[in-house]
Every structure is written in C-alpha cells, then in structure tokens.
C-alpha cells in the first residue's frame, strides 16, 4: 500500500494541490441549517463558534494525512450521502432486509456513514474503508467518539490491491461461504457476494477510465444477489465522457450520464444479470458547489454525475 499512497502523492503534488500550495482557508467553512443541526448533534457541540474551532480542526488533522481538496474546502461537510435522489431506497434496505450491510467506500472522516446510521441504517451492518487509517482516526476526533463507542468497522487498504479487493463476477447466487464477522474484517473480500449497498460519493473520479472499469468491477463483485441490491454516489463527470483539464495540464477522465449506465450494464451483463440504472449530470449549486476552481478546472467543466445501480 505504501507504494501505492506514493503514486497517488506524487500525482496530488503535480497538480500543486499539497498544503504548501494550498494552505487552509478558514473563509472556506460553511455549514446550512441541516449540517449544523447534524454536526451539533453529533458532537454534543451546541456553540456556533466552538463547533466551527472544533471542525477546523478535524480539518487541519485529516490534511496532515493527505491533501485532498475535498478536505480543503469542507466537502466531508456536506452530507452527500442523504443527498443523493437514491437515499430514501439504501435506507429502505436497511430497515427492511435482515442483515443488509452497507459499505461505505472512500469514506474518509465517516460522515456520510454517520449519517446513514443517524437516519436509520443499522449500526451492526456499516462498513466502511478507506486508503489512510488517519482519515478514519480523525473522524472519531471530529465526532468525539472511540472505536468502543461508535464500533463500525474501518477496512484500511487499496481497492486496486486484490489482497484487499479482489475483482470476481457479479453473484447469481447467494455465497457459499458463511456471512462474514464484520469485526474481525481485514479486507473487503469475504464481503463479495454479502454487501445489500455501496455508496461511493467523490471516489470514481479520482481514476483514470480503466481503473473506474477496474473499480466497477471490483465493487459488482460485493454486491448481494438479491434484486434491490444497489450501488450509489456522486462524483465529477461531464454532459459528454471525455476528459477535463487541470491548470496543471492534468487531465482526469469524467463518464457521461449515458457512458456510466454503459459501463454498469456491461459489467453486469457480462453473467447476464439486469440492472437499472439512474445517471444524471448537473451544474452545482449551494451545498453542491465543487472544487473547480480551486483545481483550476474551467466552470464550464465543472459537473456532478449523480448516479444509482439497482439489481432487478
């Protein structure tokens, strides 16, 4: 994995995106009323100022892991999770499949995983992973929990690494080995074949087009047989796929609404399993405002793909 996290630096740094390019801006912190309300009931912080000392520091503790802008400008903030048009359908599968089990994929601080489990979601069945441990550690700083207290279990590892996430078909039936502990997880994989929901917001498009095929792939491969099954998020695409660029010339492949409902229909299909799939594109506004122009992206280069992969 060091190898791994060595790459990804070295790419996060030619595109001048460390903190010594970009140092924290505290005009940057915003929340509505729906994030305050969540973040003081979460933290048991009700001062609007000791909330915004507190979550700035949780910032400050997550950059020193990785420099993503996403924790620059307080995307882990947003609660993309309860935003996405599909939310009302992972909370149904939680209160109302015995055992459905939720991974949350690139789940940095663990908001929207707290989230989910505020809303409803079972806390016995979340599972979340990410690449840094760190990330993980400082949410539980963040929401002023322990290991103990919020006992949802992080999966640390690289989803290209197949000792954590190995690629297999898509399940037509239920696994033949029994259902994992998830306490005791060390990898994703004795989660193949188990998993009702995964939500991937702000993940995809840190790959170029082969690695997200690669990634689909891996994740069809969790997802449980049963019909209502779903993979759901939201990440950076473009009204055509095709390639946007950086100001550092950098450029990062976006899917179209259309080619992601091909890519998901194609890895399914390939074992002849039917999926539907709900794909949209749009400008961002308020709470949805991107990093465009901190990565120097051109506006008009600046969209989300919002998307929902339900198995019939």
């Given at each position: 994995?060091?190898?791994?996290?060595?790459?990804?630096?070295?790419?996060?740094?030619?595109?001048?995106?460390?903190?010594?390019?970009?140092?924290?801006?505290?005009?940057?912190?915003?929340?509505?009323?729906?994030?305050?309300?969540?973040?003081?009931?979460?933290?048991?912080?009700?001062?609007?100022?000791?909330?915004?000392?507190?979550?700035?520091?949780?910032?400050?503790?997550?950059?020193?892991?990785f420099?993503?802008?996403?924790?620059?400008?307080?995307?882990?903030?947003?609660?993309?999770?309860?935003?996405?048009?599909?939310?009302?359908?992972?909370?149904?599968?939680?209160?109302?499949?015995?055992?459905?089990?939720?991974?949350?994929?690139?789940?940095?601080?663990?908001?929207?995983a707290?989230?989910?489990?505020?809303?409803?979601?079972?806390?016995q069945?979340?599972?979340?992973?990410?690449?840094?441990?760190?990330?993980?550690?400082?949410?539980?700083?963040?929401?002023?929990?322990?290991?103990?207290?919020?006992?949802?279990?992080?999966?640390?590892?690289?989803?290209?690494?197949p000792?954590?996430?190995?690629?297999?078909?898509?399940?037509?039936?239920?696994?033949?080995?029994?259902?994992?502990?998830?306490?005791?997880?060390?990898?994703?994989?004795?989660?193949?074949?188990?998993?009702?929901?995964?939500?991937?917001?702000?993940?995809?498009?840190?790959?170029q087009?082969?690695?997200?095929?690669?990634l689909?792939?891996?994740?069809?491969?969790?997802?449980?047989?049963?019909?209502?099954?779903?993979?759901?998020g939201?990440?950076?695409?473009?009204?055509?796929?095709?390639f946007?660029?950086c100001?550092?010339?950098?450029?990062?492949?976006?899917?179209?609404?259309?080619?992601?409902?091909?890519?998901?229909?194609?890895?399914?299909?390939?074992?002849?399993?039917?999926?539907?799939?709900?794909?949209?594109?749009?400008?961002?506004?308020?709470?949805?405002?991107?990093?465009?122009?901190?990565?120097?992206?051109?506006?008009?280069?600046?969209?989300?793909?919002?998307?929902?992969?339900?198995?019939?």
């Amino acid at each position: 994995m060091a190898a791994r996290e060595a790459q990804i630096l070295d790419k996060v740094r030619q595109l001048g995106l460390d903190e010594s390019l970009y140092p924290l801006d505290e005009s940057l912190y915003k929340l509505d009323e729906d994030e305050t309300a969540f973040f003081k009931a979460q933290t048991g912080i009700q001062d609007d100022e000791e909330l915004k000392k507190h979550l700035l520091q949780g910032q400050a503790d997550a950059y020193k892991v990785f420099p993503y802008p996403c924790i620059r400008k307080f995307a882990w903030t947003k609660l993309k999770i309860s935003r996405l048009f599909a939310y009302h359908q992972l909370l149904k599968l939680g209160r109302e499949r015995e055992g459905a089990i939720l991974l949350d994929i690139g789940c940095c601080f663990g908001n929207d995983a707290r989230k989910a489990i505020a809303d409803g979601f079972p806390i016995q069945n979340v599972v979340a992973s990410d690449l840094h441990q760190g990330f993980w550690d400082a949410g539980h700083k963040v929401f002023r929990t322990t290991p103990e207290t919020f006992p949802v279990p992080f999966v640390p590892g690289d989803v290209f690494d197949p000792a954590h996430l190995a690629i297999v078909p898509p399940f037509t039936a239920p696994p033949t080995t029994p259902r994992p502990n998830l306490a005791t997880l060390t990898s994703l994989n004795p989660l193949r074949g188990y998993v009702s929901a995964v939500h991937a917001s702000s993940f995809f498009h840190l790959f170029q087009e082969e690695q997200q095929l690669h990634l689909a792939r891996a994740l069809a491969g969790l997802l449980a047989a049963e019909p209502g099954s779903m993979l759901s998020g939201r990440h950076a695409g473009l009204p055509e796929a095709g390639f946007r660029t950086c100001s550092s010339g950098i450029q990062g492949f976006c899917h179209s609404a259309e080619s992601w409902k091909e890519l998901w229909e194609g890895v399914f299909g390939e074992v002849g399993v039917q999926v539907d799939v709900e794909a949209r594109v749009f400008k961002p506004t308020g709470s949805d405002v991107t990093s465009g122009a901190e990565l120097g992206i051109p506006e008009s280069q600046t969209w989300w793909l919002e998307w929902v992969v339900t198995r019939l």
